[in-house]
Structure formats: C-alpha cells, structure tokens
C-alpha cells in the first residue's frame, strides 16, 4: 500500500505524522509498503509506543481540562488541530475507542485500543511532540 492507502486504513488524512509512521514502515523508501515491511513495522511499532506512560501521556493531553475521562469534544477538538479531521469522522473513531458506550472514553479504553491499534499511539505521540514544541516556541 502507498501513502494514500496507509492513511485511509487509518481512516486519518494524509499528514506529518501519517507520513512520519510510513515511513517508519517502508524500509526501503520506495513508497510503497509491502506485507513484510508492514509485519516487521507492526512488531517495530507495538513495543516501544505501547507503554503506560506513553498513554497517560496521551490520556492527559485529549483530557485537556482533568475530567478524568476525555469527551467526544475533546477528541474533536484536538484531531480537527491536528489532522483537520471533521467532526463526524471523530465520532466514528471515538465510537470505536468508547467500548462501553457511555459517550466517554476512559484511561483502560484507550489503553486497550492503542493495544490493537499500535500505528495510533505512534502517530499521536509523534503529535504530541509537534503539540508540545509548538508550545514551547510560544512560551
Ligand atoms: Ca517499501
Ligand atoms: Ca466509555
């Protein structure tokens, strides 16, 4: 799959950070990620982002104001920032992380899809640092 495919099965737009993660995949930049490419990024990608600190990390910056859980506004406003996703994509995607279907996503919800989803926790911890430099520049 090419750039394009990658970001659609991510159901993201194309980005910085799309393409940063792809790149991580093709090994031999030839713009297309193979089987084999896409298994060993797989394995290359769930170990090191799937850590707890890396998504408490990622749970204390979608749950801007401390509620102690994130809200579908919190998760639309940061992914219309980052990726200029609209707010009906966001809903999908927080409809899938909200397993219990109470309308909020909690800590253990989204520990257990960056488990299944690891290109995710990648994607959004290569944001947060953008989010994070991009802070520090306005400090
Ligand atoms: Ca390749
Ligand atoms: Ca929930």
Same mark, same amino acid.
């Given at each position: 799959m090419n750039l394009k495919d990658f970001s659609s099965y991510l159901s993201l737009p194309v980005s910085d950070a799309v393409k940063q993660v792809f790149d991580m995949y093709?090994? %031999?930049? %030839?713009g297309f990620i193979d089987f084999k490419e896409f298994l060993i990024g797989l394995c290359l990608l769930s170990q090191p982002v799937n850590t707890e600190d890396t998504i408490k990390l990622a749970f204390k910056i979608f749950d801007k104001d401390k509620k102690g859980f994130i809200s579908l506004v919190d998760l639309q406003s940061i992914l219309y920032t980052a990726f200029k996703m609209n707010p009906v994509e966001v809903e999908v995607l927080f409809n899938k992380i909200d397993t219990k279907k109470d309308g909020c996503i909690t800590f253990e919800e989204l520990k257990s899809y960056a488990k299944q989803r690891p290109e995710y926790a990648k994607i959004f911890l290569i944001l947060f640092n953008d989010l994070k430099s991009m802070r520090s520049k306005t400090e």
């Open positions: 093709d090994k %031999d930049n %030839d």
